[in-house]
């Protein structure tokens, strides 16, 4: 398996994009990724997205952005696998390069969310839970969050108030983001006063919905000296139903596909510049740094507090406003975290340049921790 880098990057902001189709997003992002990258034609083109047919109307994503690509001929798939369809994608587009298939694949990650009423989007982004067992029964995913944050207070003596610095960094920092939803800062006060939600769930404890796409146009690294290096790359699984779980309290599919990923880069946590997590709730953050090594169990809280996720900080966490800031079009989500590390680790930031970033590190989930991939970039 040859090493492979990330030589072409591309994004649209997320918004409410009732203007532009879910091929126009696509095909604007893929297109800024081939001329980021200076490449006119690929082998291959992996698209992800969780949602096209039920709130768009349209699979067989794959052709149809290879067309409108002026990619017609090549080979096509979407791949689905619910919030962690980009991270999935990513990572059969980097097997495809590793393996020597396929010289230049194109991943792209699209979405479009906000065009039917809230309850329908709702009931389409519930479909990542167990059909049977969960969603048969009434559940919604900020339903179950809220079941998991409730646990986590009790069983770890923290208030409601403890997670504010989760979405006081996110909103920080998308605010010198012109891609993000909401460029907006917070205050304490302000995290305090949001609506219920699910409780203990507020509105600033949940990411919001948004359209958007993102691209990464990746070859082998031999090809392209000087691009981020994909050091790292692993994916896991855990049960889909949370009360199937050993520990509901403990992210198993992180815990194991961090582990594999540490390996391959011969890395640790130490050793991590910054993280991009999937902070679709601000108890997934938490969960999500415990269950990588940056923090003991009941710690991700903790790190918060501290200090140690804000930029400058031991490990600065939503640098660009993560999913609750930037916005969680979910399908792309995981192309958003992986364009903003590979920027990152070029100094292509601007203001919310990470100094002397060497080593960056994503973690793309779907479902409440169903799938779960983890790359690490190097520069």
């Not at 305090?192 to 404890?205: F, S």
């Amino acid at each position: 398996m040859r090493e492979v880098a990330i030589l072409g990057v591309g994004q649209t902001p997320v918004r409410e994009h009732w203007d532009i189709s879910l091929r126009a997003l696509a095909v604007e992002a893929g297109r800024a990724a081939l001329a980021d990258a200076g490449v006119d034609k690929v082998d291959a083109i992996y698209v992800s997205n969780m949602n096209s047919d039920r709130l768009v109307g349209q699979r067989h994503l794959g052709p149809l952005v290879a067309d409108y690509l002026g990619q017609r001929g090549v080979e096509a798939v979407k791949l689905e696998a619910a919030c962690g369809s980009a991270g999935s994608a990513m990572r059969q587009g980097l097997l495809a390069v590793a393996s020597g298939e396929m010289a230049r694949v194109l991943v792209i990650g699209v979405e479009k969310l906000t065009e039917k009423p809230g309850r329908e989007t709702t009931a389409a982004l519930a479909t990542a839970a167990d059909a049977d067992y969960e969603v048969e029964h009434g559940i919604t995913f900020v339903g179950l969050n809220a079941l998991i944050m409730r646990r986590y207070m009790h069983q770890y003596g923290y208030t409601h108030g403890d997670f504010a610095p989760f979405a006081l960094t996110a909103h920080a920092n998308a605010a010198r983001n012109p891609n993000a939803l909401y460029r907006y800062a917070i205050d304490q006060g302000e995290y305090e006063r949001g609506r219920n939600v699910a409780d203990p769930i507020t509105l600033y404890d949940a990411s919001p919905i948004g359209d958007g796409a993102a691209a990464l146009l990746l070859v082998a690294a031999k090809s392209a000296p000087g691009a981020v290096r994909v050091a790292g790359s692993a994916s896991s699984t855990d049960t889909v139903a949370v009360h199937d779980r050993e520990d509901i309290l403990w992210l198993k599919a992180a815990e194991q596909s961090a582990a594999r990923a540490y390996a391959q880069a011969a890395v640790g946590p130490e050793d991590i510049d910054l993280f991009e997590l999937h902070d679709a709730f601000s108890i997934m953050a938490a969960l999500s740094l415990e269950a990588c090594g940056f923090a003991a169990r009941g710690g991700g809280v903790r790190l918060g507090l501290d200090g140690d996720i804000a930029p400058g900080g031991r490990i600065p966490i939503s640098t660009m406003g993560g999913l609750k800031a930037r916005g969680h079009p979910v399908g792309a989500t995981g192309l958003y975290q992986l364009v903003e590390a590979t920027l990152q680790l070029r100094g292509q930031a601007g203001p919310l340049q990470v100094p002397g970033a060497r080593t960056a590190m994503t973690q793309n989930i779907g479902g409440s921790g169903a799938t779960i991939v983890t790359h690490i970039l190097k520069n």
